[in-house]
């Protein structure tokens, strides 16, 4: 049996798993900290099951208060590493996190292109507006939630500009007749809007992929109308199916709205698998993890989520007032985040220790335990019912949880036709099934560029 729609996978790596106390299993890889050989391991394990894509979160602060309780979760620096991680892989797509509230668009736009002829045309960017560390720019305070997307839509259209500056023909390499390349084919931008004046061109050519991949993780209205508008796939925490199906369903329309095949803007909601031989054995696993936490710091964690409600006094098994939550609207950082948790404490009135196991466990993510079968079964159903393209797994705890569901739940995802065998293309566009870009074009029998 095949299926025409096929799930999409990724996996979102960083430090020893999502779970905050999953460092403290036998087998976690924390000693390793902060993880370059790790990461290398878990892409390869990711590759191995056929994967779309290895991503890496990122964050530009440090919370020093929670040292004592969890490594930081991806310290490094993306793209570096994304690099390094190219060398041993051969087929995964590298996705890294830029923040356009930090950056620059002419120096991203070089990285991320430069990343794309490093891999092969695996590169893509994950555009984030970021929620805190304007104190490690100068830049205090953080701009308002408004600002900042209208900035992140700005700074996208500029980087693409740049990377379509090279015409796929440019460069001829013409030896015989001193002909490198034809200027004509190379176009400044001359941007001059609101926020950036950037004249260009890139200095680097066209990459393997035409461009590099554009994915946005944002799910507030605002992040939505940038995803829908530029991006190739949108990352995004849906816990439950009727919400996973009005966002699906609204960002597939807005993305009609602005012209575009909603085909080609692939919806990755995060999932945490807890996968084990059965249904019990997933959640006695669960319950091992859930039992190294430790519960002031998940008081804390929680807190800062909820826009820094002081959670300090509360029962653990009672419902959080109401009156400590502020309207989301008020909610400067992590906006459509603080929305899942308040619906979880104000409507359905879910008790303060089962808040902050859902947030220690899954940070807002679809957080799935059971058998191989089970899991399969939900991640078909969520599929089935338009409420997703694929998933972006996030290990609850490395590398173990993602062996596990390499091993067991991708083949059987396989076997009822639903993810792929063996990887069909090379790049991350094609990956993602995605209309293909002209690449830059050097004629036969001359020097590559960068040879």
Known sequence: MSTSRQLHFGVSAGGSGLHRAAWRRPDSDVHAFPGVEPLKRLAQIAEAGKFDTFFLADGVALDVGT??????????????????????????????????????????ARQLSTLDHVSGGRAGWNIVTSSAGAENYGDEPLPDHLSRYRRAAEFAEV????????????????RENGLFADPAKVHPLDHRGEFYQVKGPLNVPRSPQGRPVLVQAGSSSDGQAVGAKVADAIFTAQSESAPAREFYAAIKG??????????????????????????????????????????????????????????????LDRPIPEELLPHPDLIEGRRSRY??????????????????SRELSGNGHWHVVGSPEQVADALIGR???????????????????????????????????????????????????????PALSVPSGSVPVGA
């Open 159 to 174: 980087v693409t500009g740049l990377w379509n500056g090279w015409d796929p023909d440019a460069v001829s390499a013409d």
């Open 339 to 356: 929305a899942i948790y308040r619906e979880l404490a104000v409507e359905r009135k879910w008790p303060l220790r089962r808040l902050i």
């Open 67 to 108: 040292l004592p309780y969890a490594p930081p979760f991806g310290s490094l620096e993306p793209l570096v590493l994304l690099s390094a991680i190219s060398q041993v892989t051969e087929r995964i797509g590298l996705i890294g996190t830029a923040s356009t509230t930090f950056s620059q668009p002419y120096t991203l």
């Open 254 to 315: 807005q993305a009609r709205a602005y012209g575009r095949n909603p085909d080609h803007l692939l919806i990755l909601p995060g999932l945490v698998p807890v996968v084990g031989d059965t249904e019990t054995s997933a959640w006695e696993l669960q319950e091992e993890l859930d039992a190294l936490i430790d519960i002031e710091h998940g008081r804390r964690v929680l807190g800062a989520q909820l826009g820094g409600a002081d959670l300090s006094e509360l029962d």
């Open 383 to 437: 599929f089935d019912e338009r409420g997703a393209d694929g998933f972006n797994v996030i290990p609850p705890f490395s590398p173990l949880s993602l062996e596990l569901f390499v091993e067991h739940v991708i083949p059987i995802l396989q076997r009822r036709g639903y993810f792929r065998t063996e990887y069909e293309g090379t790049t991350l566009r094609e990956h993602f099934d995605l209309p293909a870009i």
